[in-house]
């Protein structure tokens, strides 16, 4: 517990440098014993992502060879993780598993934040996996030992586009808090008991996450989705996922129903507007727009202003992002270089790139610095290790800003392709005609309350 604090603060600021990370949803209570659940679609990302909507430090619950192991024992055991003795990792510690029960309860008892991931292993698959119930026997258990409930929040993990991919969306939402005081007992809970409170933790988890039958549906929700908000939302200027994220999710989550109920029961209809969205949408990510796009049209006075103001940042900005560039040149291509050799699973390269990169950058800064110790003395040593890592991070900025401003060069120049445009804009709006056509039938209900 000695690194506890730090190292919440260190884990949240690289989850927010791998990714763009919105935060939305409710709070966790300043004070008192919470419980989180969250689904695990990304290994040791998926701690970090947690710690990032608490503003208290999170013990969580991991497996125990990932305590025992060299690269991410310290760390863990240093941040008070719980060890949890699966039989699958070896079936003559199971019986340790008492010493974790007695552990999670003295921190909950202790008032403080523990985290969980009931689905009990890392995966990529396009939905929750079935749920282990010691999220549940945990809950109970410390319930009954404290005389009292306490809040259980589902933590909902979701990746717009591609999660290894660096400074790609992470959306993490905090759902309402489970309702379970019912089951509170001042006895060991029954097995009823802890079936039905596993059954309420996947319910609320379902809510805050996209649940699909295969990955090839992720761009057709989504493109859906898009369209739909582009064509009639009451703010066209912002997207949905930006202003409302957890009624967009509702949103994905509704047209993911309606396909799979659609598939299911039969019908037909849905697979040529599939194709439509998927072509419409690979169409504005040649073009580099986004369907809400179609509406903005840029006056030229906005070109204007944007030449000038870009201009200057990156007159200024471009020489300090190239000697970033290549200064953390050799780093990267280790790192690119060596990522093939681990054979890692999708759902673990992010942690790979998190810890890896870590290593390389980190042992690359203290290499330089001890070269220029060694030929130059301490003063230039220092300077480097104080300056590189901000170079790195200024570096980093840049190139976001970079981003957003090649963003809004490509609308600008489509505003001269009117006829470009105005086709675009006929076909994206018969598809929401479509598309609105399914939201009118009825579905399952996708309350968030």
Not at 294 to 307: D, G, N, Y
Request: aromatic fraction near 8%; hydrophobic fraction near 45%; proline fraction near 7%.
């Amino acid at each position: 517990m000695w690194l506890s604090r730090h190292l919440h603060g260190i884990t949240s600021f690289a989850a927010r440098t791998y990714y763009r990370i919105t935060v939305a949803g409710e709070s966790i209570p300043a004070a008192g014993p919470v419980l989180l659940v969250a689904n695990h679609p990304n290994s040791l990302m998926d701690p970090a992502l947690v710690a990032a909507v608490s503003q208290r430090p999170v013990r969580f619950l991991a497996r125990a060879p990932l305590l025992e192991a060299p690269l991410t024992g310290w760390m863990l055991r240093a941040w008070g993780a719980i060890p949890i003795y699966r039989r699958s990792d070896d079936p003559e510690k199971i019986a340790r598993n008492t010493e974790m029960f007695s552990a999670v309860w003295s921190a909950l008892a202790g008032n403080s934040v523990v985290g969980i991931f009931p689905e009990g292993v890392s995966h990529s698959e396009p939905s929750l996996v079935p749920l282990k119930t010691g999220a549940a026997r945990i809950a109970l258990g410390a319930a009954r030992n404290l005389g009292r409930y306490f809040p259980i929040l589902p933590v909902g993990i979701t990746f717009r586009g591609d999660k290894e991919r660096f400074r790609s969306e992470s959306l993490v939402l905090v759902g309402k808090p489970v309702r379970w005081d019912d089951l509170v007992r001042p006895r060991d809970p029954s097995p009823e008991e802890v079936r039905e409170l596993t059954r309420r933790i996947r319910t609320g988890l379902s809510r805050i996450t996209v649940n699909l039958e295969g990955w090839d549906d992720l761009p057709v929700v989504l493109g859906a989705e898009a369209i739909h908000d582009a064509e009639f939302s009451r703010n066209r200027g912002s997207t949905a996922s930006a202003s409302e994220p957890m009624r967009w999710l509702v949103r994905v989550r509704r047209t993911a129903s309606w396909l799979e109920r659609v598939r299911h029961g039969g019908g037909s209809d849905w697979e040529p507007l599939a194709t439509e969205i998927a072509q419409h949408m690979r169409v504005l990510g040649a073009l580099g727009v986004e369907a809400r796009d179609l509406h903005e049209i840029p006056k030229w006075s906005v070109a204007v202003r944007w030449t000038i103001r870009n201009l200057f940042f990156f007159g200024m900005a471009t020489p300090l992002a190239m000697v970033g560039s290549i200064v953390f040149l050799p780093p990267y291509l280790l790192m690119t270089r060596a990522q093939p050799w681990f054979h890692l699973t999708p759902d673990r390269r992010a942690t790979y790139k998190v810890l890896g990169g870590a290593a390389c950058f980190g042992g690359w800064i203290l290499l330089i610095a001890a070269t220029l110790r060694e030929f130059m003395g301490w003063q230039p040593a220092l300077w480097t290790l104080g300056l590189l890592p901000l170079l790195g991070l200024l570096t980093l900025r840049i190139r976001d800003r970079w981003d957003v401003a090649v963003g809004d060069l490509k609308r600008i120049l489509l505003h001269g392709r009117k006829d470009l445009r105005a086709q675009l804009l006929e076909r994206q709006r018969t598809i929401a005609q479509r598309i609105q056509t399914f939201r009118r039938s009825p579905t399952p209900s996708d309350d968030i309350d």
